[in-house]
Each structure stands twice: as C-alpha cells, then as structure tokens.
C-alpha cells in the first residue's frame, strides 16, 4: 500500500505537471497548482475501517496529502 495517493500536481491554467517530490507553490506561468490524487487506487485500497483504527490527527489522512512520509 502506497503511503501517499498523490500522483502529481498540475497547473489548472496551462495544463503543466510536477513532480510531487519537489515543493512548487506555483507554475513557471503564475497559477497556483493543484493537486491531482490517485482516486482509483484510493477506492481499491483506502477502506473506512483502516481510517477508523487510526490516530486523529492529520496524518490519518495522509493518503489526501501531497508528501511521501512524515519529515517533509
Ligand atoms: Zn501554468
């Protein structure tokens, strides 16, 4: 199972994509990016008991976030 189902971030604007390893705020043309998840893989392998057992905290999402582990 993937830690993160952030699979890139894009620009809504002139359609560029980023790598998520990389921290870019916002495109070479000005637009803020946006974040583009991995919904299938999400839907195959996030289940509503996993989220129930674990810490509320913002990590128990941490699939919805654009980082790969917790030291970013
Ligand atoms: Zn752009």
């Not at 809504?12 to 980023?18: E, V, W």
């Not at 043309?29 to 913002?58: F, H, M, Q, W």
Request: charged share 30%.
């Amino acid at each position: 199972m993937k830690y993160s189902y952030v699979s890139h971030l894009y620009c809504p604007k002139c359609g560029n994509t980023f790598d998520t390893k990389k921290k870019h705020q916002l495109c070479t043309c000005g637009s803020p990016l946006l974040v583009n998840y991995d919904l299938e893989s999400i839907k195959e392998n996030l289940k509503p008991e996993t989220l129930k057992n674990r810490e509320a905290s913002l990590w128990r999402y941490h699939e919805m976030l654009p980082v790969e582990d917790k030291k970013m």
